[in-house]
Structure formats: C-alpha cells, structure tokens
C-alpha cells in the first residue's frame, strides 16, 4: 500500500485515524480534512467495501467534499467524515456502534459524526448515549435526506433553466439514478410540478413502487446514463461520471445529491466541452447538512429553509464565473470554497 500522503486523494488532510477493535469488530476511518472554519462535520457511512483502501479512499474524498460544502454553505464548520466497514452481512450490533462512539469521542470535539448511507437515526442515538459529539439527533433536525431532496430539487430546477432557458420543470424529462431518501423525494418534487421521469434504483422493487405512485418509467441501473432526457440526477453513490458513461449522457445537464459524483476532475472539463451544465454535487445537495448543524446556532425550520434557498443563486455564481473564466463549474466551486477554508 502507498504511503497516505502519496494517495491521489489526500489533499493536506489535518489528520487521518484509524480505529482497530478486535472484540467487537469494529474497523473504521476518521478523515479529518479541515477544521479552518470550526469543527470537522460530517455523516458516518457503513458500507460493505470491496477493500480497505477503497474506505480510506472514500473516507478522503468524502472529508475533503464536506469542507468544501459545509463552506460553500455558510456553515461554521469544517470538513470530516468517518466510514464504518461493515462485514458481508453487514451486521451493526450495539457493542460495535459504542466502540464507533468511544473513537469519536477519543477526537475531542474536532470531529462531529451525523448519519450517512447505512447509518440511521436510531443509529446515532445509540452513538450520542456515548458522545456528545453527534448531530442530526431528534429534536435538531433529524433525517437530512428530506431537506437535501428539497435542496437538490431547487438546484435541478436552477440547472434546467440554465441549460434549457426556464425552471418551469412541467413536460421536462429527468432520469433519477438512485431513488432513495432523496432521489426519492426529488421524484416526488418533480413529478408534482408534471415533470417525466424514468427511474433506476439497484433495489429494483424500490424503482417500480416509486414508478406506480408517480406514473414514471424504470430502466435498469446500468443503462439510466445512457437514455435520453432533459436533465440526469445521480442520486446515488459516487464516482459515476467517468470517461465512458460521460460520453454516453444524451442530456443537457446533470445535476443531483450523489457526493463525489465526478470519478477524476477530467470528466469535469469533458462535461463542460460537451455543453452538458454541471452542477457541483457539495453545493446543490448542502440541504441535508445545513438541517443536521442547526444546533450550533439554534436555526430553527424557517432559518434552515431559507439557507436551502440560496443554494440556486450560489449555482448560477459559479455558472457565471464558469463562463467568464473558462474553466469547469467543478473548478470553480473548488476554488471558492479553497479561498473560504483558507487554503
């Protein structure tokens, strides 16, 4: 294995932690990107993965994109992010969740954890009985799949009428990878505005319930890039946009609440020379985290809510700096949220 300073995506990470427990099997990461703007913040994210460098690769990307959104987002926060790697069975018992808590509590405050992909709310009451060091909990804000749907719906709208002259989403097409908590309630929000949509979901059952309730079409997962449509919302995992499935899109823009949607920064330009707008993935799905760090200070629902609202206007800021500049909508977000971190 490389040493982690030569790994592509360590990006100056403050610290990186790696938490071993024989007795209760539990193996995790603690990537903490920076805290130049408060605390690293960032969900856990409990996942069967193929190797463990391939959790220490997300542990990275995902740490270094929650700097760059919780920045992007006006928060006083920094950018962390923890996985858990979860057996084939992927068993969570409790002794393993506490031994979770005691490595977030070792950190001190400098990191705080919130739920993610394979972690529920129920999970993080069990971690906060341990640590104090836990957003998201009932009563502040809970399930932030609901708010960053709601974000992302404003940010697709936002990238319709940038690629196709109006937000009025009704007789669109939009294919949605991934219809979970969010790509769900995307559906959801664009379906009551009459938009159409085709669906793909790796829980093919998930896909064609949503489907019926909403009068869409499904399409397997493996072919939702490839079909033709107004806009395409990656609403699952990551790097999905690679050279390949870039160059298969017949869409006029992309824009949805997976993170780390681009699989290297080249597919960024390749979106761009192909016409295709893109919306950076920590900008337009910043909804979930804004709800989950309401308690830093004491946002309320009408608060929360109108900081998801300003996420269109901070898209078209970088649309517009994206074409005076020349370089990608991905390069620019970067390089803003780099001047706010202080980097």
Not at 111 to 122: F, K, L, N, P
Not at 163 to 170: F, Y
Request: hydrophobic share 45%.
């Amino acid at each position: 294995m490389p040493a982690l300073w030569d790994l592509p995506d360590f990006d100056a990470h403050e610290s990186v932690h790696l938490f071993d427990d024989p007795k209760t099997g539990l193996r995790a990461v603690i990537a903490i990107h920076s805290t130049h703007l408060g605390p690293a913040a960032g969900g856990t994210r409990f996942w069967h993965y193929a190797d463990q460098q391939a959790a220490l690769t997300d542990a990275l990307r995902l740490s270094r994109g929650m700097s760059y959104k919780n920045a992007m987002a006006g928060l006083p926060a920094g950018g962390g992010k923890a996985v858990i790697l979860a057996d084939a069975n992927r068993s969570k018992p409790r002794e393993l969740l506490d031994a979770f808590a005691r490595a977030v509590d070792s950190l001190g405050g400098r990191y705080i954890t919130a739920q993610d992909v394979g972690m529920s709310e129920a999970d993080m009451v069990t971690l906060s009985q341990t640590t104090k060091h836990v957003a998201g909990l009932p009563g502040q804000g809970g399930d932030p799949g609901p708010y960053t749907a709601r974000g992302v719906f404003l940010g697709v709208k936002a990238a319709a009428k940038r690629a196709l002259g109006s937000e009025d989403v009704k007789g669109m097409h939009f294919t949605i990878q991934g219809v979970g908590s969010v790509g769900g309630g995307l559906a959801r929000y664009l379906a009551a505005e009459g938009a159409r949509l085709t669906l793909a979901d790796v829980n093919a059952d998930r896909a064609a319930s949503l489907a019926a309730e909403l009068g869409a079409e499904t399409v397997a997962t493996d072919a939702i890039m490839a079909v033709e449509a107004d806009v395409f919302s990656p609403c699952a995992l990551g790097a999905i946009l690679t050279e390949t499935s870039v160059a298969s899109l017949k869409v006029k823009a992309v824009a949805g609440g997976a993170n780390n949607q681009l699989a290297t920064a080249k597919q960024g330009r390749q979106l761009a020379d192909r016409g295709i707008v893109y919306a950076p993935d920590y900008v337009i799905n910043a909804g979930g985290i804004i709800n989950v760090l309401r308690h830093i200070d004491d946002a309320d629902d009408a608060a929360i809510n109108a900081r998801i609202d300003t996420i269109p206007g901070r898209l078209h800021q970088i649309w517009d700096e994206s074409e005076a500049s020349g370089d990608t909508p991905a390069e620019v977000a970067d390089r803003i949220a780099q001047g706010l971190i202080g980097r």
